[in-house]
């Protein structure tokens, strides 16, 4: 199975390749992907979803609920790859108050 997650991370890469590096990718990412839900800032909370600025996770905590979804919220491990979970990780916890 852990094979078969990471063989998929590989073939969902580069998805988003051409968008240059660096933190304005992961704002990109959550703009379209995550704000429908969350708001721009973070702090919507469509159907449920929890107040961003408010979250006080650990990295492995992001990871672990932005791969596998919870409720409502999407698993995103087979929409995005690990680096723009990481990237979209980084940029929630700039929307931290
Ligand atoms: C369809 C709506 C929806 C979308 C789209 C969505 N989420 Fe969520 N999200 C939720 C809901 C609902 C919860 C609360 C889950 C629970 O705890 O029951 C949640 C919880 C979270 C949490 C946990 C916060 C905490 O403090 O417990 C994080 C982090 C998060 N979402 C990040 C993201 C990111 C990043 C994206 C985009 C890649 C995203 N979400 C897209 C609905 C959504």
């Given at each position: 199975m852990k094979t078969l997650l990471l063989l998929m991370l590989m073939v969902t890469r580069g998805s988003y390749s051409n968008i240059t590096e660096g933190p304005?990718?992961?704002?990109?990412?959550?703009?379209?992907?995550?704000?429908k839900c969350h708001g721009k800032d973070g702090a919507r909370g469509r159907f449920g979803a929890k107040n961003l600025q408010k979250s006080r996770l650990t990295d492995a905590e992001y990871l672990k609920i932005i791969s596998n979804g919870k409720s409502i919220m999407p698993a995103w491990k087979r929409r995005l790859s690990g680096e723009q979970i990481n990237q979209v990780i980084n940029y929630v916890k700039e929307l931290k108050k």
């Open positions: 304005g990718d992961g704002k990109a990412i959550f703009e379209n992907e995550c704000s």
